[in-house]
T-cell receptor, first 117, second 115 residues
């Protein structure tokens, strides 16, 4: 069975600084997707960034980028120039590829990010 | 476009009572998910619908939880009877129709407290 592990329950970062959130996963499949979701205190979960396992290039979305190490099964999120609005719970998630029938997502336990002014 | 709608936003019930949650996905989204998020944990999938058919309900406690998605649009999740450990946020999410699409769109959730 697939698992997703986030070993950092809480992280803090100074405004304008850079922070990296860690995520490791376990799977025997070769076709899958990885995601980082953000959940602010209002609870509505939003997608931050996605990575297709078949792509070697790391995904980037503005101030957010990932370090995808497929062999090590590691998928970390880097937030550059941190802003107060980045404060939230961040969840790492795994999803099987579309050839596997169902699109079941498996989430980690989350990392609470605090941004200090 | 309108997002995923859920109601109610909050619900407090006593144990052994029944409760129902409602979800209206984004228009045209074929796939609908119900998640349970216990405080301090990540969301756990309870049930996944593709149109009005169940794709995965392996983690749904079927002795007390039930869900339906009539006409392949909105959905209800019911708990009967509720237990203290059912206290959680219940999230609904939807995904577009195409098999190549993989993004979920989440609703605001329903916070259930069982006393």
């Amino acid at each position: 069975a697939q698992t997703v592990t986030q070993s950092q329950p809480e992280m803090s970062v100074q405004e304008a600084e850079t922070v990296t959130l860690s995520c490791t996963y376990d799977t025997s499949e070769s076709d899958y997707y990885l995601f980082w979701y953000k959940q602010p205190p209002s609870r509505q979960m939003i997608l931050v960034i996605r990575q297709e396992a078949y792509k070697q290039q790391n995904a980037t979305e503005n101030r957010f980028s990932v370090n995808f190490q497929k062999a090590a099964k590691s998928f970390s999120l880097k937030i550059s120039d941190s802003q107060l609005g980045d404060a939230a719970m961040y969840f790492c998630a795994y999803r099987r590829g579309s050839t596997s029938g169902t699109y079941k997502y498996i989430f980690g336990t989350g990392t609470r990010l605090k941004v200090l002014a | 476009e309108a997002g995923v709608a859920q109601s109610p936003r909050y619900k407090i019930i006593e144990k052994r009572q029944s409760v129902a949650f409602w979800c209206n996905p984004i228009s045209g989204h074929a796939t609908l998910y119900w998640y349970q998020q216990i405080l301090g944990q990540g969301p756990k999938l309870l049930i996944q619908f593709q149109n009005n058919g169940v794709v995965d309900d392996s983690q749904l406690p079927k002795d007390r939880f039930s869900a339906e998605r009539l006409k392949g649009v909105d959905s209800t999740l019911k708990i009967q009877p509720a237990k203290l450990e059912d206290s959680a946020v219940y999230l609904c999410a939807s995904s577009p129709r195409t098999t190549s699409s993989y993004e979920q769109y989440f609703g605001p959730g329903t916070r259930l407290t069982v006393t």
